[in-house]
């Protein structure tokens, strides 16, 4: 088999430029194994919320190549950007929710976009929503929901599509430490039913709450295969 | 790809898909400008039409026509002369009619410059035949001219059209200045919708981004807003048209108080009103088109 054909994405030297700065992210080369766990840690200003990007479509790479689903997304063309999109669960740092509409209509979003009927949205939105534990607050604008209830009805509106990756981008960082370990509960659950999970994280205590779960560590914009605060030796990123 | 698409868009049209962008239609100024370039193009477009129709009226009424006059003091040789050429005209190919004005037709004619009394004194007065020549009966009006020419050496032939010419020409040049005023405000409409689009593709910039995230095409996004701009179009539009009316029906008004045959056949037909009340569909297509085009194009910049 070919190195990396079983991977749901799969890096191969690319490196990221913004500008003419130096670059941000270089020669990464690694892939996700579809179904699997992964955190993505490293210091701040290590380069996690660029690799996100480009994963999530956000950016094209200054360099390398990036295949995803089995296709080469550095050259994909632009038209064909929404159909891997709707592909792509992504739950943003800062949530990213639509301030005028309620969660229900926030979490409703993707199955509208991608076309499903009217009469098919109400069902899976609910259960979402009970699946999340806002069942109550349905018609409650991001503006009246606490950070914790934001964030879940982001991470709601990121899996109601049944994405083939979750990219969440520190999903826990606006979170006390009890909703951070319901949170990865539902990431767990929902990476059971086959969705592979990427979450970008600074708090190294959750990695061991997730046994399967394999870790990349970036440090300066580089993969970096050393040893985890927690002992844990981490999964090689290929 | 529907302008109005159903499709994986056909939400976007629906109440879910307006609560997306939610400032309600007629927030900003853009319907009353609309309005305001909608009211000026329809009195331009009216003055064009009814300029078009007048013209055309002008041309059916007296182009085709002559008039010949016989000018001699010898009031028997004149009738002589005025009867030959009627009978030889009469039968001449291409001649619609021939109708010798009476005397107490040019009498009338000429009461407001030489008075009543004109028939009591002995003031030559010429004689003078109306001839009418069959529509695209090419060279038929030559004939006649040289047959007048000939039995007559001394009568003068008016030629209609000839004199009619500079007037001709005016509402010619007035019909392409509007039509060249229609075609500015349309641009000028054209321009605010594209400004109007950009504006609103910077007010919802969050939303925009969060519906590329979720995998929206340009196609989708551009429908949420191709759909408000048109409302707006189209509500400035019928407001345009409803004012511009009210002040072509004043206009129409005055002209008829005129009393003038040459003013008064500046007129609007039923077809003319039927053009401008098409207006503004057409600006409702235009700014719909405009804005679709503005926004895809700005979207195209983005991944």
């Known amino acids: 088999m070919r190195p990396g054909a079983a991977n749901i994405v799969q890096f191969e030297n690319v490196g990221l430029r913004y500008g003419s700065g130096a670059e941000t992210l270089s020669d990464l080369s690694f892939g996700l194994a579809a179904g699997a766990f992964y955190f993505l840690t490293g210091p701040s200003g290590a380069g996690k919320s660029s690799l996100l990007r480009l994963i999530y479509l956000a950016q094209r790479p200054s360099r390398g190549l990036i295949r995803m689903f089995g296709e080469d997304v550095v050259t994909l063309p632009r038209a064909r950007m929404p159909g891997f999109r709707r592909r792509i669960g992504t739950v943003f740092q800062d949530f990213r929710l639509i301030p005028h509409l309620s969660a229900y209509e926030n979490i409703a979003l993707p199955l509208r976009v991608n076309g499903v009927a009217e009469a098919d949205i109400d069902t899976p939105v609910r259960e979402m929503l009970e699946w999340v534990g806002l069942s109550g607050r349905a018609y409650a604008r991001p503006a009246t929901l606490s950070g914790g209830e934001q964030q879940r009805v982001a991470i709601a509106r990121a899996v109601i599509g049944r994405p083939e990756i979750l990219v969440a981008d520190e999903p826990t960082g606006n979170v006390d430490p009890d909703m951070a370990g319901r949170l990865l509960y539902l990431f767990e659950a929902l990476n059971k039913l086959g969705t592979t999970i990427l979450v970008a994280t600074h708090d190294l205590h959750l990695i061991p709450r997730v046994h399967h779960a394999q870790t990349i560590r970036l440090d300066n914009g580089r993969l970096d295969n050393g040893r985890l605060d927690n002992g844990r030796l981490e999964a090689a990123p290929r | ?303």
Request: glycine letters at 10%; proline letters at 4%.
């Open chain 2, 1 to 303: 790809m529907a302008l109005f698409g159903r499709g994986s868009g056909n939400w976007l049209t629906s109440a879910a898909g307006r609560r997306l962008l939610p400032e309600g239609w007629l927030s900003g100024p853009m319907p009353w400008v609309i309005a305001i370039m909608m009211f000026l193009m329809v009195l331009a477009a009216a003055a064009g039409l009814a300029l078009g129709f007048a013209a055309r009226g002008l041309d059916s009424h007296l182009s085709g026509q002559i008039t010949v006059q016989i000018v001699d003091a010898d009031q028997a040789r004149r009738d002589a002369t005025a009867d030959r050429i009627v009978a030889t005209l009469g039968k001449q190919p291409g001649v619609a009619a021939v109708r010798r004005i009476s005397d107490g037709e040019i009498t009338e004619l000429l009461r407001p410059w030489l008075g009543a009394g004109l028939a009591d004194n002995d003031l030559p007065v010429p004689a003078m035949i109306d001839v009418a020549f069959v529509p695209g009966a090419d060279g038929a009006q030559r004939a006649a001219e040289a047959a007048v020419l000939a039995l007559g050496p001394r009568a003068r032939i008016d030629d209609h059209a000839q004199w009619l010419a500079p007037l001709a020409g005016l509402i010619a040049s007035l019909r392409w200045l509007a039509a060249v005023l229609v075609l500015l405000m349309a641009a000028a409409a054209a321009f605010t919708v594209v400004l109007a689009a950009r504006s609103a593709l910077n007010t919802h910039q969050a939303t925009i981004d969060v519906m590329h995230h979720l995998g929206s095409t340009d196609a989708q996004i551009a429908q949420l807003f191709q759909r408000r701009i048109a409302t707006d179009a189209l509500f400035g539009g019928m407001v345009g048209l409803l004012l511009a009316s009210l002040v072509i029906f004043a206009v129409g008004d005055r002209i008829a108080r005129v009393g003038s045959d040459l003013i008064g056949s500046v007129d609007l037909p039923l077809a003319a009103w039927g053009m401008l009340a098409l207006l503004p569909l057409a600006g409702t297509l235009l700014a719909t088109l405009a804005a679709r085009a503005t926004i895809i194009l700005a979207l195209r910049r983005r991944l």
